[in-house]
């Protein structure tokens, strides 16, 4: 997460900067005329500065108590400003006077206000009424117009504008790119809007959404408004469809339109009042949000200084909330499709283990009841059938608490022991010849990999038995260049037809596919499966 970008401290203060910067330009214009040759408090001009300072100093207060006046008011001061500073330019000596100076602060105020194209429109009105003044003055006087020094005060004045408008314009592009939050952690929407009411200065965030235009969520970092149910409908939040800033007590609506001067509108009624109000949120700032599949609005209320300039934000605002809640989104879809492949592969293991065991459990109690009608005895066979009902209970004990204990501790296994331990109690079960061959030497290998092998015997083998009548089957371990090779042949019946990739065994095309493995199948006088799994070979130490 970054520091608070700079610009951002004073977000909303403008106004309020501005008129106080007005009630000093307004003193010091007074004490200015009062030291002119021809000024005087008591005059007409002096009265107007007077009166020019109270209004000042009323309209600083004014606002600060009913801030949402602000852009009402404020194209109407900079005119009566500039009246003013005509005013008293024409009643002083107009090339030399000193109140030339204070076009400055109209030409920032502006530029700060609104923007360069305001400001220049400003400047160059008072450049306007300056040239006027000094043409009427010589008019009237019958003196000459000073030419050199004229150009050089516009002149002057010009390149200063220019400066100031390009500096202005360059100042909101780094500002806007600086506002750049990175979070690390899994749930960036609710980081982002943490930090939002940091760098805003609000008590508060919520991020109301509408998923499909059907259900509402609410996140908030308000803990009474989050996650409580909306009492207004999706219909009414996506009505909300501007920027604007935003009073409850009295009601009260300020839309930037985006026209010169930055007009803005004035509602007394606020449409989304009943929205606004099961939020909690009495005054403040609402962004509409515009993502894929989800629309919304955050609210940043109880904004501790509202201000016109709080508009500025808000498409940085909508850009960074909209990325955070897109992360969301991906992040829950691809939890879902892990989930859905933790189920699908407990699903196999389920399948591979318990529901094997059990139907071969059924076959073999099948055949102990032809057992006993031959008159033979049972006594030996129902041991062997009670000795592998218990290993394979051990076996599903040790599949769940593998899933318990979030998989092996590491320690490696001899492959082709587990596949021949697979063999024989396929054997057991399904009253086959089932044969494991392969190399002398122990081939080491990790444990959950050794079970997947005895997986794929015993699901091959459940196979054979039951869907093909085989008697035999035999398979071969094989170890090849970065993989090895697990062959498996029956004396079945096979397929009836050439088999595609519908008609292969499920479970273990999808085992060997998890496992990055390929699998080929062949039925022509029985069933011959070749499995290639990439696989490292391991030491006997590791």
């Not at 360069?116 to 429109?121: L, P, T, Y």
């Not at 040239?131 to 002149?155: C, E, F, P």
């Not at 839309?255 to 005054?283: H, K, T």
Request: charged share 20%; hydrophobic share 50%; glycine share 10%.
């Amino acid at each position: 997460m970054t520091g608070r970008p700079a610009g951002i401290g004073a977000v909303g203060q403008t106004g309020q900067v501005i008129r106080i910067a007005r009630v000093a330009c307004s003193a010091v214009m007074m004490g200015t005329y009062a030291q002119t040759s021809a000024g005087s408090v008591a005059d007409p001009v002096g009265v107007l500065l007077l009166c020019h300072f109270l209004w000042a100093i009323a309209a600083a207060l004014i606002v600060r108590r009913w801030w949402w006046l602000d852009p009402r008011i404020a194209p109407a001061e900079t005119l009566g400003d500039l009246l003013v500073v005509s005013v008293a330019l024409y009643a002083t000596d107009v090339l030399l006077s000193p109140f030339f100076i204070f076009g400055v602060p109209l030409f920032m105020s502006a530029l700060l206000r609104w923007g360069w194209r305001e400001a220049v429109i400003v400047a160059a009105a008072f450049v306007a009424v300056y040239v006027a003044s000094i043409w009427i003055g010589s008019q009237q006087r019958g003196a000459d117009i000073d030419h050199v020094r004229l150009l050089a005060r516009v002149g002057g004045f010009t390149v200063l504008v220019a400066v100031a408008a390009w500096l202005g314009r360059r100042r909101r592009a780094v500002v806007l790119r600086g506002l750049r939050i990175v979070a690390g952690d899994r749930d960036r929407t609710h980081t982002l809007l943490v930090e939002l009411c940091r760098l805003v200065g609000a008590d508060a965030v919520t991020l109301a959404t509408v998923h499909d235009r059907r259900a509402v969520s609410i996140r908030s970092t308000d803990p009474a408004v989050d996650g409580i149910a909306p009492r207004f409908a999706p219909e009414q939040l996506l009505a909300m469809s501007r920027r604007f800033l935003f009073q409850l007590d009295p009601p009260r609506k300020v839309i930037d339109r985006g026209w010169l001067f930055g007009r803005a509108s004035l509602s007394r009624r606020l449409g989304a009042y009943e929205v606004l109000a099961s939020l909690n949120a009495e005054r403040g700032l609402a962004v509409p949000i515009r993502a894929q599949g989800v629309q919304g609005v955050v609210l940043i209320s109880r904004i501790r200084t509202m201000g016109l300039d709080l508009l500025d934000l808000t498409s940085w605002i909508a850009a960074q909330v909209t990325a955070a809640l897109l992360d969301d989104l991906r992040f829950r879809s691809d939890r879902r499709e892990s989930l859905m492949e933790a189920r699908l592969r407990a699903a196999q293991d389920v399948h591979d283990t318990v529901v094997q065991a059990l139907a071969g459990t059924i076959f073999r109690l099948e055949a102990l009841k032809s057992w006993i009608g031959a008159g033979r005895e049972p006594a030996g066979e129902i041991d062997r059938l009670i000795g592998d009902v218990r290993s394979a209970q051990s076996n599903v004990r040790d599949y769940i608490g593998r899933l318990r204990t979030d998989g092996d501790s590491g320690a490696p296994c001899d492959l082709l022991g587990e596949i021949r331990a697979a063999a024989d109690r396929s054997s057991r079960t399904w009253g086959i010849a089932c044969l494991a061959l392969g190399p002398r030497a122990p081939v080491p290998g990790p444990a959950w990999f050794g079970r997947e092998l005895a997986m794929l015997v015993g699901e091959a083998a459940s196979n054979a038995a039951r869907h093909g009548g085989a008697s035999e089957v035999t398979v071969r371990l094989a170890l090849r260049q970065d993989e090895i090779e697990l062959i498996i042949e029956d004396n079945g019946s096979g397929f009836p037809t050439a088999p595609d990739a519908s008609a292969r065994p499920w479970s273990i095309n999808d085992r060997i596919h998890a496992l990055g493995g390929t699998l080929t199948l062949q039925s022509s006088g029985g069933t011959r499966m070749v499995m290639n799994i990439p696989f490292e070979e391991q030491d006997d130490e590791t």
